[in-house]
């Protein structure tokens, strides 16, 4: 049975690294053939379990989320050794019983992005990878307890559309999403999401919700300070689930654990439709961490 060596990768903002307890931090840069991450990535220990943190906006926020590299950030995980990732992201709420403060585990996408590369692959190498569930159950069940646990108001399931930003929305494009039954609304999980299938990481999203967009007839319009403001309330929850949840994903028996049941990690085993003999070598050498664990299969 194909197994792998667990280590956590987390997305998000600069003070999920404030955790106390963090086990020997160490800032490292990590070029990619994709270009720069956004930042470097922190290494570290949560209870002898592996993790990796990644400010997505660089720290300071200094990236928009159209001019994420996202296919850099993901690359720059998997070549850090990263088997599953848990994203953090700031969303606004398209229910009314979705209030701020409340953490939201995604189950589904809807992708309205527009100006992003989403995929890895190119000329040379097509590749199309099963996205019907974009998210790993098993990661969301771990969540679910950690949150449960921890008394954190939270909602398994909803459908996170990705928007471009970086204007928050009109009314009409609001109620829009509302009427096709979104729950929430943010603009950084597309392309990340379908990046990180790809390369073949089990990824969840706590979509973390600041404000109720712009359709709540009760609520002023979405700003920046208001935003920061449930942030900075959320902050501490968001450390805590952190901390929780890394050591739950540690195998029982060794450092080693089967691979993930739902596919995650064998994604591109019917992904690839390129014949071999027509694989560009430009592009096989470009995505060799991507393809590390079909090329050792195929040796």
Request: net charge negative; aromatic share 6%; proline share 7%.
């Amino acid at each position: 049975m194909a197994t792998c060596t667990p280590m956590l990768g987390i997305i998000g903002g600069s003070g999920l690294y404030d955790i106390p307890g963090l086990g020997d931090p160490e800032w490292r840069a990590m070029p990619t053939p994709f270009g720069d991450p956004s930042d470097e990535l922190l290494f570290a220990q949560i209870d002898d379990m592996p993790v990796v943190f990644l400010p997505r906006h660089g720290r300071g926020h200094r990236i928009g989320p159209t001019d994420i590299n996202y296919r850099a950030n993901i690359d720059a995980l998997k070549r850090a050794g990263v088997t599953e990732i848990v994203s953090l992201s700031a969303v606004g709420s398209l229910k009314e019983d979705l209030a701020p403060g409340t953490f939201v585990i995604v189950d589904q996408f809807i992708d309205r992005t527009f100006a992003r590369i989403k995929t890895f692959f190119a000329p040379g190498l097509v590749g199309h990878v099963a996205f019907a569930d974009p998210v790993c159950h098993r990661l969301g069940d771990e969540l679910e307890a950690c949150l449960a646990a921890l008394s954190i108001p939270h909602r398994r399931g909803g459908t996170y559309i990705a928007m471009e930003g970086p204007q928050f929305s009109t009314r009409a494009e609001s109620e829009l999403y509302r009427s096709w039954g979104a729950s929430v609304i943010g603009m950084t999980n597309m392309p990340e999401a379908k990046l990180a299938r790809e390369a073949e990481m089990c990824y969840a999203t706590v979509a973390m919700v600041t404000d109720y967009d712009c359709w709540h007839d009760d609520h002023d319009a979405v700003t920046v300070e208001q935003i920061v403001r449930v942030l900075h309330a959320n902050a501490d929850a968001a450390r805590a689930l952190v901390a929780a949840v890394a050591p739950r994903l540690l195998p029982a028996d060794g450092p080693q654990r089967p691979l993930c049941p739902q596919g995650c990690q064998t994604a591109l085993d019917t992904a690839l439709i390129t014949a071999p003999e027509a694989r560009s070598s430009e592009m096989l050498a470009k995505l060799d961490a991507i393809l590390a664990r079909i090329n050792a299969t195929a040796l």
